[in-house]
């Protein structure tokens, strides 16, 4: 827990002083979550190993409230010293958005995962309202009804067929598990489920949250609120996108899929940046166990199930070019396949 509350964290820090004081403050967080973390990740001797079987963190949840109030106020804080009368430099500025998109996507999704996938409400209500705060609420339910359902099948947006590229699979995945998501809680109501419908919410906190960047700095803070959110979304989707890519499970002699295994996502066994995206990497595991908590998230053996040969940032990078991310991972999916 140490550690991942270490790696989660730092980075927050160093982008409140980048908000407070300018300066390097940015540009040190935006080489943490970069080129540092690259780094780190190269030396397997400190790799972590899995936990031991049933063991407990009883700090794991509060970590996840931690992280979860620090993205609600660092995008406030962001748009106000990127868009706002802050004083910082030209370069500051573009060091806090980056970084500060990077930290929301990166390390905040994680945590806002987490959250709703915790069985208390208050948690589950953060983790939403973090999503939410990301312009993303749709998240929420299309991640849960959508994708632990039809992961690695056609049926789910967020699944990248094999061959297609990045920014075709952002374009598809976005408006489809928007549209999943809502039909999806709609079906729930129709069985009797209650209460407000989730899209009201999410579409109502996205408004008000363009709302709160124009009271920080006008329209200008307005659009900067949308950019920080698309450029963390990016991050998001990006991880969806490289966790799946290719991987199809078979149609049995029933007509149905066959369920949901170990292969069925691609892993990471990189350490620090799976401290600070806290396990996300370990993607099989979830899938197996959605109620597991982060710390205790095992990694398969690479007989199991398809490991990345990159850490998953650093895959999320190389597939932001679609003909250089099929040709390096051609040869590791084919044996998937």
Known sequence: MALFALASLLPLALFGAGVAWGGWWGVAGLTY???????????SSWFLGDAPEGAEFPA?????????LGALALMPAAVWAVAGQSGLSAGARVAVFAGAGLWLGQV????????????????FRLGALVYC??????????HRLVHHRH?????????????????????????????????????????????????????????????????????????????????????????????HYGLTRAVQADGRFEPVSARHSWNAPHWFSAAFMLNAPRHSDHHAHP??????????????APRL?????????????PPLWKRAIRPHLRRWQ
């Open 151 to 243: 992961a690695a099948s056609a049926q789910d947006p967020n699944t990248a067929r094999s061959g297609e590229g990045y920014y075709a699979f952002l374009i598809r995945a976005w408006g489809g598990s928007f549209r999943r998501g809502w039909a999806a809680e709609d079906a729930l109501r129709e069985r009797g489920k209650v209460g407000l419908h989730p899209y009201a919410v999410y579409i109502g906190v996205a408004g008000l949250c363009l709302a709160l960047g124009f009271v920080i700095a006008g329209v200008w803070g307005a659009l900067a609120w949308a950019a920080l959110a698309t450029h963390a979304q990016s991050q998001l989707m990006l991880s969806d996108y490289v966790q």
């Open 108 to 123: 905040a999704n994680p945590a806002a995962h987490e959250l709703i996938h915790r069985p208390g409400r208050g948690l």
């Open 60 to 68: 794991a949840d509060a970590l996840l409230v931690v992280l979860g």
């Open 133 to 142: 705060w990301l312009l993303f609420g749709h998240h929420t339910s299309a």
């Open 291 to 304: 109620g597991r908590p982060y710390p205790a998230l095992r990694l398969p053996d690479a007989e199991d």
């Open 309 to 321: 040969p990159w850490p998953l940032p650093l895959a999320c990078m190389i597939a932001l070019c």
């Open 33 to 43: 979550m970069t080129g540092f973390a690259a780094c780190l990740d190269q030396i």
